[in-house]
T-cell receptor, first 114, second 114 residues
Framework: DAGITQSPRYKITETGRQVTLMCHQT?????MFWYRQDLGHGLRLIYY???????DKGEVPDGYVVSRSKTENFPLTLESATRSQTSVYFC?????????????FGPGTRLLVL | AQSVTQPDIHITVSEGASLELRCNYS??????LFWYVQSPGQGLQLLLK??????LVQGIKGFEAEFKRSQSSFNLRKPSVHWSDAAEYFC????????????FGRGTSLIVHP
């Protein structure tokens, strides 16, 4: 199916475990983003990628790692999960047509760290 | 640096009443402006966007927004709210010149009373 998908949709893990959240888009968009959404904070950018093999930090990158070996995939890894990383994570993508380009969001992954 | 302010955390309206959600921004160049909606348990969906031309922009689901440069505002309006409009609404700003990294407001939660 065309679009942007995230997996898993729900995840429960324990403190200290490594967790990887997957994001896949079918539009060949150049830009991809990871956000976390927390009550009172809105959306905060974790990492973004301008193209394959190009990634950069956002507002809240600590404790997260990303990679982008293929244009369509942008996984987010929590190397050692902490309770403060309990959140809803959204992946997004957009094309390269300038600042007016729309971002498209995935459905989100709800992560609970115990 | 660009920033976006949504002054209202919650807005409550009765079904059939008119709605206005506020968005103010600060920017260093001509902005691109967006409104997104997030229904419960869903990702964000674009309602409308402005990047040039007519300052009154029509979007999906009967929403419109007006860009007012003198007030640095991009308020979202709807003449008659439906119960299904209950959701979280996010304003976003992207400066022209290609930052490609939009800044999101913290969101306004819309509650609709029957």
């Amino acid at each position: 199916d065309a679009g942007i998908t995230q997996s898993p949709r729900y995840k429960i893990t324990e403190t200290g475990r490594q967790v990887t959240l997957m994001c896949h888009q079918t539009w060949s968009h150049s830009y991809m983003f990871w956000y976390r959404q927390d009550l009172g904070h809105g959306l905060r950018l974790i990492y973004y990628s301008a193209a394959a093999d190009i990634t950069d930090k956002g507002e809240v990158p600590d404790g997260y790692v990303v990679s982008r070996s293929k244009t369509e995939n942008f996984p987010l890894t929590l190397e050692s999960a902490t309770r403060s990383q309990t959140s809803v994570y959204f992946c997004a993508s957009r094309g390269l047509a300038g600042g007016s380009e729309t971002q498209y969001f995935g459905p989100g992954t709800r992560l609970l760290v115990l | 640096a660009q920033s976006v302010t949504q002054p209202d955390i919650h807005i409550t309206v009765s079904e059939g009443a008119s709605l206005e959600l506020r968005c103010n921004y600060s920017y260093g160049a001509t902005p691109y402006l967006f409104w997104y909606v997030q229904s419960p348990g869903q990702g964000l969906q674009l309602l409308l966007k402005y990047f040039s031309g007519d300052t009154l922009v029509q979007g999906i689901k009967g929403f419109e927004a007006e860009f007012k440069r003198s007030q640095s505002s991009f308020n979202l309006r709807k003449p008659s709210v439906h119960w299904s409009d209950a959701a979280e609404y996010f304003c976003a700003v992207d400066i022209s010149g290609g930052s490609y990294i939009p800044t999101f407001g913290r969101g306004t939660s819309l509650i609709v009373h029957p």
